[in-house]
């Protein structure tokens, strides 16, 4: 069991950047692989990035490059910057726990041209 938080969405301009969180609880199995995912207006939920407990990351390619995954295992929290943002990153954006398939209640991030 695992419960996830996310903050930090909002509305910013393209060019800008943004950092959101996600704050786990429940049991630290499930914590071992941490992703983010994002779902467009009209599309299918999709992976962004994810990190695995060791560090390694792997990133979507549309966000290589812009998008850094991070994690503080004292805090049980990752966190998700996100730079050089473009409409096209307009989404719902979930925290989702691979191990226990647990998934936040996500978090509004919109990009204006």
């Known amino acids: 069991q695992v419960q996830l938080a996310e903050s930090g969405g909002g509305l910013v301009q393209a060019g800008g950047s943004m950092r959101l969180s996600c704050a786990a609880a429940g049991d630290a199995d499930c914590l071992s692989t941490m992703a983010w995912y994002r779902q467009a207006p009209g599309k299918e939920r999709a992976l962004v990035a994810a990190?695995?407990?060791?560090?390694?990351?792997y990133y979507t390619h549309s966000v290589t490059g812009r998008f850094t995954l991070s994690r503080d295992h004292a805090k049980s929290t990752v966190y998700l910057q996100m730079n050089s943002l473009n409409p096209e990153d307009t989404a719902v954006y979930y925290c989702?726990?691979?191990?226990?398939?647990?998934w936040g209640q996500g978090t509004q991030v919109t990009v204006s041209s």
């Open positions: 989702h726990a691979e191990a226990c398939a647990g």
């Open positions: 990190i695995h407990s060791g560090g390694s990351t």
